[in-house]
């Protein structure tokens, strides 16, 4: 006899709602269809950039109090951007005791080459991560078409060498990668000779910034946006999430469709004193676009 847990299988809801069924009644609770998950939902994380100098704090022994605070304020995870010193033994033991995940990192690609990129899969096997994004890079990576084209294998090549660890390499854009280039853009050349395995990070703002379009670019590129960093351009000041020119009914239904996003994740720069107040503003607007 098989061991079963307590919670129902998809399957299993489906066959009920099928039948007709009010519910399925499975270790003494009554699920009913209209309580199931929706369909589509995806997690929303944080990248901690946004407070960068809140987690900096008092030589980074802050960052357990900000990952606290972040998950009281309902995210689900969170993206790292630098750990303040911490080992991952010790991150991972912050996001357990907070019922968070780690829904990727930002990470130099040094190290992702050669002999760090043993260590680095290591490290981010211990904190539960599999979403490993570069979010930039030199000159010599990318000064003109050519280099970007190099590149472009170079992501493919430690694409491949991740494939075995169930994780991915990715890039993640500013502002210049959708200025003129040899016909075309750096974008375009860069996930145009890229395997679907690199994930196309895009920051929604960024991309505006630089005259971008999120909306046609997650159209052209299917299924690789895995991770959709959710950035307001325009608005008051230093918008907020849902303050200003994001086409956010769009770009929610996309990664929930032709991007298969697996994780929102709201970026705010501010990074200043106010910045756990404007994180948790862009979450709660957020979570009003998403209903």
Known sequence: MHNRTNRPTRREILIAGAAGAAGLLLGGLRLRAAEAEPAGKIPVGMQLYSVRGECGKDGGKNLPKVIEAVAKMGYEGVEFAGYYGWDAQALK???DDNGVKCCGTHTGLETLLGDQLKK??????????????????????????????????????????????GMHCGYHN?????????????????????????????????????????????????????????KEFGGPGMGLVGEGKVDWKQIIQLGRTTASAEWFIIEHESGGAKAMEAVKGCLDNFRKLLA
């Open 93 to 95: 033991k912050m996001l």
């Open 120 to 165: 680095t899969v290591e490290f981010h096997k211990t904190i539960g991560n599999k979403f490993l994004i570069v979010p930039g890079m030199g000159g010599g990576y990318t000064k003109d078409a050519a280099a970007w084209k190099r590149t472009a294998g170079l992501f493919n090549e430690i694409a491949g060498k991740l494939k075995g660890e």
């Open 174 to 230: 500013h502002s210049a990668e959708f200025k003129p280039m040899d016909g075309s853009t750096p974008w375009d050349i860069f996930y145009g000779n890229t395997v679907k395995e690199v994930v196309m990070q895009i920051d929604t703002g960024n991309c505006m910034g630089g005259n971008g379009d999120p909306v046609a670019l997650l159209k052209k590129y299917p299924g690789r946006a895995l991770t959709i960093h959710c």
